[in-house]
C-alpha cells in the first residue's frame, strides 16, 4: 500500500486499493500515478503547497506504523534542504519546527519510526548539491522525550548516539575539506605563508564556508562536485542518566566545534 500527496486540495494514490484511500484520504481522492519527473529529484512541488495536508497524512501514517507510506512522502525531509545551494547564507525557513511532526513521532512508541526518522540521508537538490542530513527537528524530537517521563530510553540513545556520529562526521569532512583548499591554493602556491599573512588568507578560505545558526545548516564550496553540505543537530535537554548525558554533552561540543568553526580556523586555533 502506497499514496502520494500531489495536485493542490487532492490527494492523489498509486499502486493502492480503495480502502488505503479510504485510510490516508478523503472521499474526493483522485487516483494519479506519480509523475516520474519528481523521483529523486526536487522536492515535489506539489507536496510543498499543501504541506499542512502532507503533515497529517505522515502523521496517520505513524499511527499505523506505516514506514513504506513515510518513505514516499518523504518524511523526515523538509522543503528547505531542496532550496539552498551551496552559498546561500539565508535560507528561508520552511516548515522547521513543526509541532505536530515533533509530537507524532516523539509520542509514537515505535522503535522503527525512531528509527527512520534518525536515520542519515543524501538529497540532491536542483543545483546538483548533494548533502547529507539528519532528520532536522531530531534535536526537538530529543529534547521533547527527555522531557517527559515514561520516554523510551533506549530510543533516546540511540538516537542521541546517532546525533553524535553526525555531527563528528560533519565537522570531521568539513575540517579536511577546508585544510586541502587551504593548502592546494595558498600553501601550495606560495609555500610557507608567514603567521601574520596567515589569518587573511585563512579569512579567504572562509569565503566559501557558510553556516546558517537558524536553520543549522552548514556548507563549504571547494570549486569541486563533492563540496559539503550538512545540517547538525543540537540538543536542549538533559538526562540524570550520566551515560546518557555523556552522549548529549558529546553531541553538543561537537556542534559547537562546528558552530565556531569559522572564527577558530580565521585564527589558527583549530581542534582536531
Not at 499502486?15 to 483522485?30: F, Q, R, V
Not at 522547521?96 to 526518522?117: C, K, P, T, V
Not at 561537537?254 to 580556523?265: G, P, V
Amino acid at each position: 500500500m502506497s499514496c502520494f500527496l500531489y495536485d493542490s486540495f487532492n490527494t492523489y494514490f498509486s499502486d493502492t486499493t480503495l480502502s488505503s484511500c479510504e485510510l490516508y484520504g478523503t472521499t474526493k481522492t483522485k487516483l494519479k500515478r506519480r509523475d516520474i519527473r519528481f523521483i529523486d529529484s526536487d522536492f515535489p512541488p506539489h507536496i510543498t503547497e499543501e504541506e499542512q495536508l502532507r503533515t497529517k497524512l505522515i502523521a496517520l501514517a505513524m499511527e499505523n506504523g506505516d514506514i513504506k507510506i513515510m518513505e514516499e512522502m518523504k518524511g523526515r525531509e523538509i522543503p528547505l534542504l531542496y532550496d539552498v545551494a551551496y552559498a546561500n547564507k539565508n535560507p528561508e525557513d520552511r516548515y522547521l519546527g513543526d509541532e505536530r511532526m515533533i509530537e507524532a513521532i516523539a509520542h509514537s512508541g515505535n522503535e522503527e519510526i525512531y528509527n527512520y526518522f534518525s536515520e542519515e540521508f543524501q538529497i540532491e537538490n536542483r543545483f546538483k548539491c548533494v548533502g547529507k542530513y539528519l532528520y532536522p527537528d531530531l534535536g526537538n524530537v530529543i529534547d521533547l522525550m527527555l522531557k517527559e517521563k515514561g520516554s523510551n530510553c533506549d530510543a533516546v540513545r540511540m538516537m542521541v548516539r546517532r546525533v553524535v556520529d553526525h555531527n563528528k562526521n560533519s565537522y570531521e569532512e568539513i575540517l579536511k575539506k577546508v585544510n586541502d583548499f587551504y593548502q592546494e591554493n595558498y600553501e601550495t602556491e606560495f609555500g610557507s605563508i608567514p603567521e601574520e599573512l596567515a589569518p587573511g588568507y585563512r579569512k579567504r578560505t572562509m569565503w566559501s564556508y557558510c553556516i546558517d545558526h537558524a536553520t543549522h545548516i552548514v556548507s563549504f564550496r571547494d570549486g569541486s562536485a563533492d563540496g559539503v553540505r550538512t545540517n547538525i543537530i543540537p540538543i536542549s535537554a538533559t538526562s540524570d542518566i550520566a551515560s546518557l548525558k555523556s552522549l548529549i554533552d558529546e553531541a553538543n561540543e561537537w556542534y559547537d566545534k562546528i558552530a565556531n568553526f569559522e572564527e577558530n580556523f580565521i585564527n589558527g586555533s583549530m581542534e582536531k
